[in-house]
């Protein structure tokens, strides 16, 4: 496989030379003919990929006590939304109305389990699945992760075409891609670019990695592939940073099919973990650089920081500064490495850790927890912080969206809730939110109301912070803000 690869890079070298062929009036130059190859290579790859590309139309239901703080939910929306939504009678006396989004998803299997985004359908009351052949069915959920952003559907339908799934980990940046998908409703749109950079990592995702790309992943592409030239799904793409900027992320599809195994099986994916801090060995040069006798007898593996009192590796005979180089044999260089292993271990499955302390090589045997457990027991030493988050400690003023404010502060955008003030020098101020932004999702739930967001802010952890998207004069884009020290 690799001449392929080596073929597609001189085609698109070549084609650079295909206008001065032109100019020339040459014909079927050895350039030009290989610039048509290339030109057949990305149809081909999209007339394969594409059938097993799908449609998702979700349903939700939006009462009118939901948008209490900002007037009727239906009067709010700005012509060009309206056609989104559908208005329903009253019933027992509230209105209602249905909220329509879409979606993309990926067959993965004749029998009708289809990838997508957990944020494209975790909220849905409806859920419909278009197939490219033009049929439709009712969808059911069968698994959502919002750790990693992968959700489990299913259609009863049999005989369709599954999508090849690929290796993300053999990815080379550089690489052509093309994302497959349904932007602003746009069926079977297919944008071509590159892999712009692997292992992309976001301080509100901090156990999980991205693949980059400049191929455009528009609003609608959630949850659709991103392809390689061999036809293989190598990540499903799931967000973008801002409408034009050409940065595009998707979840590697390694992490997808270990995630989807747990989903079909459990419909949720239990994540285990040590309750330890860490860090790469090979960035600690003051660590590598100590006195030969405490300097640790390995050059690549895992460093243990800290271990969390009461947690799984508190009750084992692990200590801070060793340094794990295996987990159950399996070789361990990086952070991702040992997380990716001790996560997919069932809670209570004690795993043996080969362990380098100073010139020591221990095996140590851990039991593992559940994640959840142990963050909740965390957190309720951190419950005065974790309770003190508020708007005031990250230096914003909103109000809840209205004709009067949209018009007095030029906004066109009107579902969300209005940035009216921001603080100098505050955690917004830094990250460059403005008055007269929207903001429209925190922690990736749509906010429409002031209670909402408050209730958003609420329950948020000050230490890992608020992903807030929001719309501004500088366009669609998303920030990271933790509340200031000592609130």
Partial sequence: MKPIKSKAVCLLAAAAVVAAGTQTGAKDSPALQM?????????????????????IDIRQKVDEKDSEDSGSFWDILPPDLRRHFQKHGKKEG???????GEGSGIIISPDGYILTNNHVVEDADEITVRLKDGRTFNAEVKGLDPESDVALVKIKATGLTAAKLGDSDATRVGEFALAIGAPFELNDTVTVGHISAKGRIFEHDADQDFIQTDARILPGNSGGPLV??????????????????????????NLAKRVKEHLMTEG?????LLGIHIHELQNDNDYLSLDGKLAPDAREGVVVEGILPNGPASKSDLRPGDVIVAVD????RTVRQLRDEIADKKPGQSSV???????????????PGVMPAIEQEFAAKEHDTRNSMEPASLGLTVQGMTKDLAEEYGVEVRSGVLVTAVEQDSPADARGIRAG???TEINRQHITTLRQFHEAIKSADPKRGLMVNLVGESGRRFVVLKATDGN
């Fill in 35 to 55: 610039a048509r190859q290339l030109n057949e290579a990305f149809v081909e790859v999209a007339d394969q990929v594409s059938p097993s590309v799908v449609v």
């Fill in 94 to 100: 509230k209105s209602q109305q249905w909220l329509e």
């Fill in 228 to 253: 390689n030239l061999y036809g293989e799904v190598i990540g499903i793409n799931t967000m973008i940073e801002g409408l034009d900027t050409g940065i595009g992320f998707a979840v590697p599809i």
């Fill in 268 to 272: 949720k994916f239990t994540r285990s």
């Fill in 329 to 332: 044999g399996k070789t361990i």
């Fill in 353 to 367: 850790l080969s362990v380098v302390r100073a010139k020591e090589h221990l095996n140590i045997k851990v039991t």
């Fill in 437 to 439: 932004d929207v903001i």
